[in-house]
């Protein structure tokens, strides 16, 4: 490791611990611990949602998927997008309007008790730490290509400043090294942008006459078709990503960072901007990529293709440029591990410590005290799985969460909101039925059962890489029927419009007029 | 009071229930429309050098953009009828 790389990195570490330190000092009460006490405006917590949602997968994935497979890498990036306009127009201001730490908070206005909190906690934990998990492993890997340190030493750095992250700083910290994260991504990727366009003279018909030429696809680069060449396939994956973001507890919890519901707008206006200016810029850098390089020379240092942006980099801005895509890497997986920490730690320690242990009870210094050891305690046993599972190979996990999340969480949270009729037992039976559909279906498919190096060696029995296309309406469907076949409604008329009124309006009314 | 409240929900469906289907649509009818159409897809757009399929695709980006800030000039209406049925309830 040279000095330039050395001294970028430190430079990071060392201004996310300041900015940990001074978020330590503010982080005395819980409301502060978990949610900033709603103290982010609409424009920060937009670039923290970006930052929280971005992960090193979309960075150097997307990019490395485009340059491999032209249009169909693309149209991903277009599933991520558009996915926030149902968190907008459904789920966002419902969700800030009736929960206070956690997606717990929310289900639990409608349908009150244990059962039910237990339910949403160990979804929200198991989305989190299934999503972590391969977002550390990655992170070793990519550290070892990058710069050359071992794969343990790498996951240890990245879940030890996470812990750290936090422990100490829990909210404030976390929102404010994923505003510094998107600042340095959007900026680095707009540079790298620039420079790859001034490499043809600014001239985009250039640019696509050399990426004809750089990849073995030819004029077939532009059409679609590479990625995906079973349509239901193909259908599945955009059902998952359109409905998933809906239903990731990491992103819903930053709704809690701000005032009031305008701001909650002001966030998801904020947030599609940035996301979808950057998928426009992993467009350039992954055309660059092919344009500049030439398919092989990207394949060939490392076949998935996740090392497209870092090697564009070095090859139109030296080491020096190399070695700031890499840090700005190593900063998107930090400030995205960081986000499933405190969202595992919130379902943890707030929802299954205070509200179900304690029955409510403990007092703010206990439960403060219970949130910094459950973020340890969550930090180190992430931390210790990702070591052991390098010779694993788990990226399958992350396409699985948005599954998991459009096919449990999801549902739950929209009948919940919406549904007059449905009770306790739906909701229960949806989140089961979502849940248990899509660890089978995932199981099932061949992502596990593979002939070839699968964990099961034999022929998969579904052939769906994305099984979504079937466990979105299982979830859907299990939340229908046990709402049906239930025997008795759980809630009074008067106290869905009560609850209705309070999720659309923010208005606590009194028993007697509802 | 209920009045005002039914009034605000169905404006807020007036505007949602339009709004999701056309998004839902306008979505589906990308992948969709590759899978059925592929050549009408890969014909020429009348923008030059631009397929029909890319064209469709970078218009998710501005349709994203534009229903974001639909919603959030019609949110200024709802959040006037919020406010004034918080009036009616205090008073």
Known sequence: MN??????FICIIV???IITYWAAKRSKTTNRFYTAAGSLTGFQNGMA????FISAASFLGIVGTIAINGYDGFLYSIGFLVSYLIVLFLIAEPVHRLGTYSLGDVICSRFPGDNMRWLMAIGAFTISILYMIPQLVASGFLLRLLLDIDYSISVVIIGGLMTIYVVFGGMVATSWVQIVKTVVLMSGTFMLSLIVFSNFNWNTADLIERVKEGTPLGGEFFLPGHLFENPVEFLSLQLALIFGTAGLPHILIRLFTVRNTLEVRRSLISSTWIIGLFYLMTLILGLGTVALLGYHTMIEADPTGNLAAPLLAKEVGGDFLLAFISAIAFTTIVAVV??????ATTAFSHDIYHHIIKKGKSTE????RAARWTALGIGLISTLFALRLETINVTFLVSM???VAAASNFPVLLLTIYWRRFNQIGAISGMASGLAASLILVVLGPHIMNPDGGWIAREAVISLHNPGIIAIPIGFLGAYLGTVFS???SQTEAEFRRFFKKSQTGIESRGDSA | MDDKFQKLMQEKKRFLIPALIFLLVFYFMLPLSLIFLPEAMNGTSFVAGITWGWLYAFLQLPMTWIMVWAYHIKSKRFDRLVEEIKQEELS
Request: charged letters at 15%.
């Open chain 1, 365 to 368: 210094k206990e439960q403060l």
């Open chain 1, 487 to 489: 025997p008795k409604q």
């Open chain 1, 49 to 52: 949602i970006a930052g929280d």
């Open chain 1, 401 to 403: 969460t948005f599954i």
């Open chain 1, 3 to 8: 000095l330039t790389y050395f001294l970028f």
């Open chain 1, 338 to 343: 960081a986000g499933l920490v405190i969202s």
């Open chain 1, 15 to 17: 201004c996310t611990l």
